[in-house]
């Protein structure tokens, strides 16, 4: 079954901690992207691949970094964790002509302490 | 940047009660999608829009687009307690693929 598969579900992790989110996706899908949502927040977007190799920061500035070395494989870093990091992180995909959207992961929730 | 800003920000009705969410673009919308989210999980793609008037239906969700007024509207009939969660509208700019989201609205459905 084609999906959209974001791991850990959960994280709580030490400040400077270095921490990789994983998003991987089974539809070939050539776009991906992740998003930031704080509680009862609007999604923001950080990061954005439109292919291999190419990475694009988005509106909301993040001290992440993303690669795309693989089509099916668009992982999140954050080198040192801190507290303001603390969020849910969704990871998203859509194909070139995208008439069904996104189609999103379930999420990494972070906690830093 | 395009905004999207959602009316209301919550809903509380009963279940059998119909009911509207609203979702108004700041600027043009070439593609309006709308998603339902539960407390902290991914986003469910309902339907998309893309031509001024289209009018789609899933089930008992009816959502329309509203081109000159720059806005769309979700429908939802005979509201159950599974249609509680929150209501996205995201959408493109011209000759984008990145979607913009509006804050989204809470509802919750008593039985």
């Known amino acids: 079954e084609a999906d959209i598969y974001q791991t850990p579900r959960y994280l709580v992790i030490g400040t400077g901690k270095k921490i990789t989110l994983e998003c991987s996706q089974t539809?070939?899908?050539?776009?991906m992207y992740w998003y930031q949502q704080d509680p009862g927040m609007e999604l923001h977007l950080i990061h954005y691949?439109?292919?291999?190799?190419?990475?694009e920061k988005g509106d909301l500035s993040s001290e992440s970094t993303v690669s795309r070395i693989r089509t099916e494989h668009f992982p999140l870093t954050l080198e040192s964790a801190r507290p303001s990091h603390t969020s849910q992180y969704l990871c998203a995909s859509s194909n070139a002509g995208q008439r069904d959207g996104y189609t999103f992961g379930s999420g990494t929730r972070l906690t830093v302490v | 940047s395009q905004e999207l800003e959602q009316s209301p920000q919550s809903l509380i009705v009963q279940e059998g009660k119909n009911l509207t969410i609203n979702c108004t673009s700041s600027?043009?919308?070439?593609?309006l999608y709308w998603y339902k989210q539960k407390y902290g999980e991914g986003l469910i793609f309902l339907m998309m829009l893309q031509k001024g008037g289209e009018e789609k239906s899933h089930e008992k969700i009816t959502a329309k687009l509203d081109e000159k007024k720059q806005q769309s509207s979700l429908h939802i009939t005979a509201s159950q307690p599974s249609h509680a969660g929150i209501y996205l509208c995201g959408a493109s700019g011209a000759g984008s693929y990145q979607l913009t989201f509006g804050k989204g609205t809470k509802l919750s459905v008593i039985p």
């Open positions: 539809m070939g899908h050539d776009k």
């Open positions: 600027k043009t919308l070439y593609g």
């Open positions: 691949s439109y292919g291999v190799n190419s990475t």
